[in-house]
């Protein structure tokens, strides 16, 4: 089955508007269930977790700089380096790695 | 409140946006090129990756949607993995909605949903008293443009640069998510124990004969209900500790 990209961006622009403008349209009222609440809080972080490990390592030719990236990478968010900060400290390990030990 | 009075609020509010939206957009100047390398390489052309930048506002979720796109999943696919990776902004849409005034209209209200992302939500939620939504448009209209114009040049220019310099450039995103991550980490111990059982868990689900054959795409999804939920149900949590009172306590 052949897929069309703009229907691609199409349902990814429209579920992700649907997510964000719902909730502070129509719930003008919090939310009670303690279970759902929870979950929705836990799912950024055990998302993007699974998303940047073992994606990290696999990404790059050398695993080594990548396990080096996510562990620096992780400690130095972890202290407060902040999202600049700390993607640049990643990416500059990474090419350190990939570019001197080959 | 008379009017013209209203009007200038509006207007302060969306410089002041404009202004704390400066090292924002520099940091999605950066992470959206990489983002845009990615788009590149799942096939996508320039205007079709700038257009999913400007519509889609998401660093995970589009990040997700190209590879869904390079692996030719299927729609339903596309629509439940964005669903589950943008799941967090419905959270922080529930919590924007307590923070806007009873005043704030409908079309306002769907600016403010259509440009909640991370950061905007950090700087929006912790504004002291009520938010009003110009601020929200300031922040958005700073730090967005340069989203779109990172992830164009991503695709335009990543083809020219060195292997070495791609890659090490590819790895900013995987650097934000830890950023996003890492400091709820340290706040909630629960969370930083969650990371790792995630970080684990996608390991051993990469590399498990089977299960590795399902897909990038779906194995993030099991692996979401499956550990996020469980979470939920064996520690939820408490209210006095709630992620909305944490993050307006910053």
Redesign the interface.
Known sequence: MRHNVYIYILIMCGVSFLLRALPLTLIRKEIKNKYFRSFLYYVPYVTLAVMTFPAIMDAVSNPLGGIAALVIGMAAAYFGAGLFPTAIICSVIVFCVEFFIK | MDKSFRISDAKKWFLKGLRDGI??A??YF??SFALGITARNA??TWY?AT??SL????S??????FE??AS?G??IT??LI?????????????T???K?SSETN?LQ??F???W?T??IFGASSTVPGKLNPHYNYGLAICSLSFWALGTCLGVVVGNILPA??V????????????????????KNKK?LI???I??A???AF??LPYISALG?GT??II??LL???G???L?????EN??EKEDSAE
Do not use: H, W
């Open positions: 090292p924002i520099a940091g950066a992470v096939g996508l079709q257009l999913a519509l889609c506002n998401a995970a979720g589009e990040y997700a949607g869904v796109i030719k299927s729609y596309m629509a964005t669903a589950i990776i943008s799941a967090r902004y419905m959270l922080m849409s529930i924007l909605s307590q806007l409908t209200r769907l403010v949903g259509f909640v991370d950061e070495v310099l890659t090490a450039l590819g790895v900013l995103l995987y650097g934000m998510f830890l950023a996003i991550i890492m400091p709820e980490g340290r969370v969650l990371i790792f995630s970080m868990l996608s390991f990469s590399r990038e194995r993030i692996l979401t550990i996020a939920g979470a939920a149900f520690m939820p949590v408490r209210e709630s992620p």
